[in-house]
């Protein structure tokens, strides 16, 4: 397709288990960027990528949170021992770099129980 | 990145032209005004930016404000689709920037 694209769109989890969401950008993209979106607020910065480079992860919020994107394509991110504050919808944003708008995915609604 | 003010939600009747305030009154001459908006549970979507002059595209127009203090979000003739939580950001023009979004304005299109 020609989005982004980002699965699964739902997961539910058992606190302590660990989770990986996976995101597809627009092909040739070369910035990538997760957020985090809590119930009733904006999306909030996780991390970015330029290509297979990890450039800001001031925004994750904790040890627990990873992201990589091996091949300057595909990221994942990946949430260890997760808690019920972890519940959120994670979107991720591809940007053909430079100066141009960021397109976002659907997101992944996770659900820690 | 400057912090900006938006109502928390306004209502339009269907038809008839959306205007979006949004306050800005620290933004710095090299960030720009972007607006996002976001329909319930997909991702936010790009609807126009700009840094001084107004802008026009085929969703909206964008009104900024001489002092650039202050914007203006205009949708012509609202429709029920654009029922939306719209953001309005400021924003340095730089690679890996990321945007802050803020609560935005919760518009709801009424028929």
């Known amino acids: 397709g020609a989005g982004v694209s980002q699965s699964p769109r739902y997961k539910v989890a058992k606190r302590g288990q660990d989770v990986a969401l996976r995101c597809d950008p627009i092909s040739g993209h070369v910035s990538l960027f997760w957020y985090q979106q809590a119930l009733g607020q904006g999306p909030e910065f996780l991390t970015y990528?330029?290509?297979?480079?990890?450039?800001?992860k001031s925004g994750l919020p904790s040890d627990r949170f990873f992201a990589e994107r091996p091949e300057g394509s595909v990221s994942t991110l990946k949430i260890q021992r997760t808690q019920q504050e972890d519940s959120a919808v994670y979107l991720c944003?591809?940007?053909?770099?430079?100066?141009?708008?960021?397109?976002f995915g659907p997101g992944t609604r996770l659900t820690v129980l | 990145d400057a912090k900006t003010t938006q109502p928390p939600s306004m209502d339009c009747a269907e038809g008839r032209a959306a205007n979006l305030p949004c306050n800005h009154s620290?933004?710095?001459?090299?960030?720009?005004v972007y607006w996002y908006r976001q329909i319930h549970s997909q991702g936010p979507q790009y609807i126009i930016h700009g840094l001084k002059n107004n802008e026009t595209n085929e969703m909206a127009s964008l009104i900024i404000t001489e002092d650039r203090k202050s914007s203006t979000l205009i949708l012509p003739h609202a429709t029920l689709r654009d029922t939306a939580v719209y953001y309005c950001i400021v924003r340095v023009f730089r690679m890996g920037n990321q945007f802050y979004f803020g609560t935005g304005t919760s518009l709801t299109v009424i028929p």
């Open positions: 990528f330029q290509n297979e480079a990890q450039l800001d």
């Open positions: 620290t933004i710095s001459g090299n960030e720009y």
């Open positions: 944003a591809s940007s053909s770099g430079g100066y141009n708008e960021q397109f």
